[in-house]
C-alpha cells in the first residue's frame, strides 16, 4: 500500500526466524544445502541487518537454490524474477489491467481507472506487499543498465513509485536474494546497497558431501569416483565447466544404468549428463578420459 514518507513501523530483530549462524547452517542443510562459515556468516548478516545479498558465481554453483533453500527453511513464499535482456518495469514491477479498466469505463461513464484495484501486481511489487517473503532476483546481469539502475531504490529503501499512485513501501522488507552469473559487470550503485558473497565451485569432500545430501540412495564407491573426476574435470579448458547440478545428473545416470563406479564404456555413454557442449565433450572423450578414471579410480583404491 502506499506509505506515508515518515519511518516505517519497528521491525523485529531477526527477519527469518534464524538466531545464529550456526541456525543458518543447521536449518539449510535440512534442506540438503550445505554452506561453508563464510556463506553462512553473509547470509545471517544479510538478514539482520535487513540487506539485500548479492551473490556471483559460475553457473551452476547453487546460487539460484540457496534462495529456494533459504525460504524452504524459513517457512516463506518464494518470489522469483527472472532477468532477461530487455525486462523492464511491467515484467518486473507492475502493469494495469487494462480489460478490467475499459470495463469500469463502459460501465460508469468515469471514474478513477489507475488504482490499486486495477494493478497487475510482479514479482517486486508482491515482495513489498508480502512481509516475510524472500525475493529472488535472478541472473541480473543478464538485464540492461536502465532495469539495473531502476533497482536501486527498491534496494535501498524497499519501496518503488508508481506515478499513477505514488510510493508503495514494504512494511516488514522481504529477504533479497540477488544473482548474477557476471556475464557483465554490475554497477557500484548497487552493489554498495548490497551485501556480498561470492560462491566458488566446491571441493571434492564438499562436493561429496554435497551428493550424498541430495541422492543418499547412491554408493560411496561412486560419489567418490564421481567427485574426483569432476572436480579435475573443472581444471581443464573447457567451453563451459560442470556445476553441482550437472555432477548429481551424471552421478543420478551412472546409478540409473547400474553402474556402482566408473568405467571408460559407462563414462563414455553417459558423459552427455555431465557436459553440455560438443567441443567439451569431443576433448574429454578423445584427450582427457583415460587420465580422468584413472584418478577417479585412485580415490577409492
Not at 531502476?150 to 524497499?158: A, I, Q, V
Not at 548497487?190 to 556480498?196: E, G, I, K, P, S
Not at 560462491?199 to 554408493?219: C, K, S, T, W
Not at 550437472?246 to 556402482?260: K, P, R
Request: proline residues 6%; charged residues 25%.
Amino acid at each position: 500500500m502506499p506509505g506515508s514518507d515518515g519511518p516505517g513501523p519497528v521491525l523485529p530483530t531477526d527477519a527469518a526466524g534464524f538466531v545464529s549462524i550456526e541456525d543458518v547452517r543447521s536449518r539449510l542443510a535440512a534442506q540438503r544445502y550445505l554452506v561453508d562459515d563464510g556463506l553462512a556468516t553473509i547470509l545471517f548478516l544479510a538478514l539482520r541487518l535487513r540487506k539485500p545479498l548479492l551473490v556471483e558465481g559460475e553457473p551452476g554453483v547453487g546460487k539460484t537454490e540457496l534462495a529456494k533453500a533459504l525460504a524452504a527453511a524459513a517457512g516463506a513464499p518464494l518470489l522469483r524474477l527472472q532477468c532477461y535482456e530487455g525486462i523492464d518495469v511491467h515484467h518486473a514491477l507492475y502493469d494495469w489491467d487494462y480489460p478490467r479498466q475499459l470495463l469500469h469505463l463502459r460501465a460508469a461513464g468515469e471514474g478513477e481507472v489507475y488504482s490499486e484495484r486495477f494493478l497487475l501486481r510482479r514479482p517486486l511489487l508482491e515482495a513489498l506487499d508480502r512481509p516475510g517473503s524472500v525475493l529472488l532476483i535472478d541472473e541480473l546481469d543478464r538485464a540492461d543498465d536502465e532495469f539495473e539502475a531502476f533497482l536501486l531504490e527498491f534496494l535501498s529503501d524497499f519501496q518503488v513509485t508508481i506515478p499513477e499512485i505514488g510510493v508503495f513501501r514494504a512494511t516488514q522488507p522481504p529477504v533479497v536474494i540477488v544473482t548474477s552469473n557476471r556475464t557483465r559487470e554490475l554497477h557500484d550503485a548497487l552493489r554498495r546497497r548490497c551485501l556480498y558473497h561470492w560462491i566458488d565451485h566446491p571441493d571434492q569432500a564438499r562436493e561429496a558431501a554435497i551428493v550424498h545430501a541430495r541422492l543418499p540412495e547412491l554408493p560411496e564407491r561412486l560419489v567418490q569416483q564421481v567427485c574426483t573426476f569432476v572436480g579435475q574435470l573443472r581444471w581443464l579448458d573447457l567451453y563451459r565447466a560442470p556445476g553441482i547440478g550437472e555432477t548429481l545428473d551424471w552421478a543420478q545416470a551412472l546409478d540409473v544404468l547400474g553402474h556402482e563406479s566408473i568405467d571408460r564404456d559407462a563414462a563414455t555413454a553417459s558423459l552427455g549428463s555431465l557436459l553440455k557442449a560438443r567441443e567439451d565433450l569431443e576433448r574429454v572423450r578423445n584427450q582427457h578420459l583415460g587420465t580422468l578414471l584413472d584418478e577417479a579410480s585412485d580415490a577409492t583404491a
